[in-house]
């Protein structure tokens, strides 16, 4: 008798446990573990790669822009645009940028969310798509900037289109009011 109710008392207190890991793992992320998820996939490292992967085509956009107005830009423009760019990407509050992002996670998701993910980044693929990554997003952006240039033409071509016909909308007419319906 004493065995069974030993028996039951130990099986309590591990199905306790197990409901209470399991609700645990339900529960929102702490700080903590947004925190060891971040550490685990280099989100530090990758802020900063991925920077220095936009920095080219920055730096291309500027000369384009120069190449445009180079008669009217001092001579070392270009060069000290992309210093001050440069600098500018140097300078940035990458801790506090990190910081920042916590609420987010742990608005999204769980303990258990973030136990899975740090399970799967420490894992040899998760860590090659970590390693991977900037080269893949700085290949992505270059083959994308041609597509979104012009799509940004495009856009700007039809929003002057759509000022220049509501200004003529606009105009007063002889009479001193507006020539709008």
Not at 61 to 66: G, L, Q
Not at 98 to 109: N, T
Not at 114 to 133: A, N, P
């Amino acid at each position: 008798m004493r065995f069974r109710l030993l028996f039951i008392a130990l099986a309590s207190v591990l199905c306790v446990n197990c409901v209470a890991q399991q609700g645990s793992l339900d529960q929102p992320a702490s700080k903590e573990d947004v925190q060891r998820y971040l550490d685990t996939i280099h989100a530090h490292d990758m802020t900063r790669q991925m920077v220095s992967a936009m920095l080219p085509p920055l730096h291309k956009m500027i000369h384009d822009e120069y190449l445009k107005d180079k008669d009217k830009l001092p001579p070392d423009f270009e060069t000290r645009m992309n210093r001050t760019l440069d600098s500018m990407w140097k300078d940035m509050p990458f801790d506090e940028m990190m910081a920042a992002m916590v609420p987010s996670y742990q608005k999204h998701f769980t303990k258990g969310d973030m136990e899975g993910l740090v399970q799967f980044y420490s894992s040899s693929t998760g860590q090659k798509i970590l390693r991977e990554m900037p080269a893949i997003m700085a290949e992505a952006m270059q083959a994308m900037a041609p597509i979104m240039q012009k799509r940004i033409e495009d856009i700007q071509g039809h929003l002057q289109q759509e000022i220049a016909e509501l200004l003529k909308e606009s105009k007063p007419s002889p009479d001193g009011g507006s020539s709008q319906n």
